[in-house]
């Protein structure tokens, strides 16, 4: 089974996710990219990761506004690796604009997901997106 990346800066939301997401019997493992460049070290196998194998993740959770380099870098990077570039990638953020709505899928994501700010419906959001990707959508 395929590890999930969520790439979050926040503590609070990915707590929120991954206790969500577990209590909903997701059972793969979550691993936490706290930015941009981390995200970037897990899934190319380099910087904080080097000596690591280059993660092949079922789903990238990733958030738009984050320290060092932006979501939509780390997107258009997946995007540009043949090795990676057909892992789903679900941008998973407060933000609402209309430009990252856009950008987002002209970089190729597969999802755009804007968390709610009441915990229910953060908690709902959440629950429908582990669904979908972990359990009904099927992998290329």
Known sequence: MKPILLVEDSQDDELLVIRTLKKNHIANEILVARDGAEALDY???QGTR????P??????LLD????????????????????????PVVVLTSSDEDGDVEESYRLGANSYVKKPVAFPE????????????????RPA
């Open 43 to 45: 899934l190319f196998g």
């Open 50 to 53: 080097l000596g690591h194998a």
């Open 55 to 60: 993660l092949d993740p079922q789903v990238v």
């Open 64 to 87: 738009l506004k984050l320290p060092k380099l932006s979501g939509l870098d780390v997107l258009r990077e997946i995007r540009k690796d043949p090795r990676i570039r057909l892992v």
């Open 122 to 137: 953060f908690s709902e959001a959440i629950r429908n997106v582990g669904l979908y990707w972990m359990v009904i959508n």
